[in-house]
C-alpha cells in the first residue's frame, strides 16, 4: 500500500511539473509576441526604440526553446533514426537503448552541471537595457536541460524495459 502511495505522490508531481511548464511555455510566448509588439509600435509609431523589450523578448525565447525541448521530448517529436534498431532482436534494441540513454543521460547531465559555472558567472555580469543579472537568463540552461534530462529519461525507461513495444505519446512514471 505505502508505494502505491508514493507511485500516487510521484505521478501527481510529474504532471504538476509538466503542466508547470505547460503554463510557462504559454507565457513565455504570449510575452514575447507583446514585447516585440510593443518594440514595433515604439519604433515605427513613436519613433522610439524601446531596448528592454528586444532584450527580454531574447530571454524569454531562450527560455521558450529550452523548456520546449523537454516537452518535445515528453511527446516523442525529436527526430531519431530508428530503423535498424527497430529490425533488431528484442535484446538487441533492449542493448542499443541502454546505451542510447546512458550516452545521452551522460550528455545532458554534463551540460546541467557546466551550465551551473555560467549561472554562476552570470551573478556578475548585467544585461545591458534592463542590467538584471545574466543569472536570471542563464538559469534557463541547468533548468531547461534538467526538464530535458527527466523528460528524456522518462521516455527511455519503456523503450528499456519492453523493446519493440508501441511508445505511448506522453508516458507517465
Not at 90 to 99: E, G, K, P, T
Not at 155 to 162: A, G
Amino acid at each position: 500500500m505505502a508505494s502505491s502511495t508514493v507511485w500516487k505522490g510521484l505521478s501527481l508531481m510529474l504532471w504538476t511539473l509538466r503542466r508547470a511548464v505547460d503554463g510557462a511555455a504559454i507565457l513565455l510566448l504570449a510575452y514575447m509576441a507583446l514585447a516585440v509588439l510593443i518594440q514595433i509600435v515604439g519604433r515605427y509609431v513613436f519613433n522610439y526604440s524601446i531596448a528592454w523589450s528586444e532584450e527580454t523578448a531574447t530571454f524569454a525565447q531562450i527560455w521558450l526553446a529550452l523548456l520546449g525541448a523537454g516537452i518535445a521530448m515528453r511527446h516523442n517529436q525529436h527526430v531519431g533514426v530508428d530503423v535498424l534498431i527497430l529490425k533488431a532482436p528484442l535484446a538487441v534494441q533492449r542493448v542499443f537503448n541502454i546505451a542510447a540513454f546512458a550516452l545521452g543521460a551522460w550528455f545532458l547531465g554534463v551540460v546541467v552541471v557546466g551550465s551551473l559555472s555560467m549561472v554562476a558567472i552570470g551573478m556578475m555580469v548585467k544585461s545591458p537595457a534592463l542590467r538584471i543579472p545574466l543569472a536570471i537568463p542563464y538559469s534557463a540552461l541547468p533548468v531547461g536541460f534538467g526538464y530535458f534530462l527527466l523528460e528524456f529519461a522518462l521516455s527511455s525507461i519503456p523503450r528499456i524495459l519492453r523493446p519493440g513495444a508501441e511508445r505511448p505519446e506522453e508516458n507517465g512514471i
